[in-house]
Structure formats: structure tokens, C-alpha cells
Nanobody
């Protein structure tokens, strides 16, 4: 199983980026998927998650109203549309997939079994 994240780059504050995470090796259409990020010198933090079987999405307060998570099950891909980016959004962004077997919640990194390699997002002021 592999998760391949892409779409990161350098953008000015107020700009937008769309991250993609393509899964291969198995279908995650019925399982939760999420995005986390890790800024230099900081711990990895939850950004957003989606569970289509529940019809629900989840967001960190810091990105609510600016970021949108979505997925295309036909492509086995999850997206993170990031608008109105701020310098504090600068981080390596990781996608993750959960089989919902572990103890934890959408907001907990240890709940996710599979991780992508990360894509760097840099927001300049």
C-alpha cells in the first residue's frame, strides 16, 4: 500500500494550493483519510479528515473555513484545497489512511496506519 502526496510548493500569503494524495495497493473508498502537517521544530498536527461512509468531514480550528478536504473514490485520491493561505500554514503536509481498527480518533495521528511521504508547502509573507 502506498500513498503519494503531491501539489506542494511556494505561494504568497492569501494564495491557494491544492494537495493530492493518490492511494495504490488497495482501495480506501470506505475508510477514513486525513491530512496532517508538521512545521519545523513542531509536532505533527491534524489538519483535516474525511469519511465518506459517514458523510462527514473534520477540520482543525486553525484551517476551518479556509481548507476543504474531498475525495474521488474512482481515482482513489483525496484532495486538500487550501485557500487564503497564511505564513503559519508553512509545513510539510502528510496524507494518511486509517482502517479504523486502532484506538483513537480522526484527530490522532496514531489512528492512521498508512502515511504518504509528505509534500512541502511554503507560504511567504
Amino acid at each position: 500500500v502506498q500513498l503519494q502526496a503531491s501539489g506542494g510548493g511556494l505561494v504568497q500569503a492569501g494564495g491557494s494550493l491544492r494537495l493530492s494524495c493518490a492511494a495504490s495497493g488497495r482501495s480506501f473508498s470506505t475508510y477514513p483519510m486525513g491530512w496532517f502537517r508538521q512545521a519545523p521544530g513542531k509536532e505533527r498536527e491534524f489538519v483535516a479528515a474525511i469519511n465518506l461512509s459517514e458523510g462527514r468531514t473534520y477540520y482543525a480550528d486553525s484551517v476551518k473555513g479556509r481548507f476543504t478536504i474531498s475525495r474521488d473514490n474512482a481515482k482513489n485520491t483525496v484532495y486538500l484545497q487550501m485557500n487564503t493561505l497564511k505564513p503559519e500554514d508553512t509545513a510539510v503536509y502528510y496524507c494518511a489512511a486509517s482502517l479504523a481498527r486502532r484506538i483513537g480518533t480522526y484527530y490522532t495521528s496514531s489512528w492512521y496506519e498508512y502515511w504518504g511521504q509528505g509534500t512541502l508547502v511554503t507560504v511567504s509573507s
